[in-house]
């Protein structure tokens, strides 16, 4: 499916109201700018029954979060491969507090000046940030609110942290740092697996936190720890562990770390929750506290 490219300066409320900026990848049909499609069909030709699921989707959201370089070629390439599967997808520029939307360079002076502004941002601004985006989606016309997340690096912590809001239906965090640590935002003190604990993740979306085991960023004690408060929490996860290193998804400038089939076969796992959790409306989940019975 086709996809074009626009971007939306949102006003916050923090830091005297300068804008975010938002880039939207949305997938179209040409020819058919106000086509619309019946939720049930009898059409039995798989073909035309794959394009009615795909244009179904058009009215579907996702915030994609960036790693601490902001919207990267990466970061838009990922967004467009989403996009192109029917989902509107809002990119947000995370440091738009300290400079523009432009993304920061791959090499050592623009990996220490994001590394900075990470800790330097207040945890309630990248909180903003993930409200304005969701609201951004929710008021498209070719949305319908019901939202997903995803993001790598720090914007794997920040998918995590939107999983929060009730509105966001699942999220599927990559190689999420600074969780384990608490290390997040201004004095490297946020409070995400305290939340966790708390139960504000509780009864909410379905979460997928996906990680390389030689990732040196998040080491083995740090994942046992995200997986164990998770699962005391009750919160629906997935959690991968593959044999890769930290930013293996990244198809430019990975330092020698991207792994494309392992990125595509990831990203086939991803549309399949967002398929199963936002691609179609299952109604309000009931539990019935119903024991798995144990069977062979």
């Known amino acids: 499916m086709l996809i074009v490219k626009t971007f939306h300066d949102v006003p916050s409320k923090l830091d005297n109201g300068r804008p975010i900026r938002i880039f ?3 997938p179209v049909v040409p020819n058919y700018p106000q086509a619309k499609f019946p939720g049930k069909s009898h059409v039995i030709i798989a073909l035309i029954l794959l394009k ?13 979060f960036s790693e601490i370089y ?5 970061v838009e390439r990922f967004a467009g491969q989403i996009a ?4 509107v997808v809002a990119c947000p520029s995370s440091y738009h507090e300290f400079e523009g939307p432009e993304a920061i ?10 590394n900075r502004y990470k800790i330097e941002k207040d945890v309630t601004a990248y909180d903003e940030d993930a409200t304005l985006s969701v609201d951004l989606l929710v008021s498209l016309p070719n ?3 019901r939202i997903a997340a995803t993001g790598m690096c720090l914007g794997g912590h920040l998918a995590f942290r939107a999983a929060f809001d009730p509105r966001v239906l699942s999220s599927v965090c990559f190689f999420a740092t600074d969780v384990h640590s608490a ?5 490297k003190n946020d409070n995400s697996l305290a939340r966790v604990l708390k139960g504000d993740m509780t009864g909410k979306g379905e979460l997928v936190m996906i990680f390389g085991k030689q990732d040196t960023h998040v080491p083995r004690e740090g994942r046992d720890l995200i997986r164990k408060t998770l699962e005391d929490a009750k919160v629906p996860c997935s959690f991968l562990e593959v044999q890769a290193q930290h930013a293996f998804i990244r198809d430019e400038s990975s330092k020698g770390r991207w792994d494309a089939a392992l990125t595509r076969s990831l990203f086939t796992f991803m549309m399949e929750v967002f398929d199963r959790t936002i691609g179609r409306d299952l109604g ?3 539990d019935k506290g119903e024991q798995v019975e144990h069977v062979c």
């Open 70 to 74: 902001q919207v990267t070629g990466p």
């Open 84 to 87: 192109s599967q029917g989902y």
């Open 183 to 187: 290390t997040l935002g201004k004095g």
């Open 284 to 286: 309000p989940k009931v």
């Open 24 to 26: 939207v990848v949305s």
């Open 143 to 145: 949305c319908n609110g």
């Open 52 to 64: 009615l699921i795909q244009c179904l989707r058009t009215r579907i959201g996702v915030v994609c």
């Open 105 to 114: 360079p791959y090499d050592t002076e623009g990996t220490d000046r994001g």
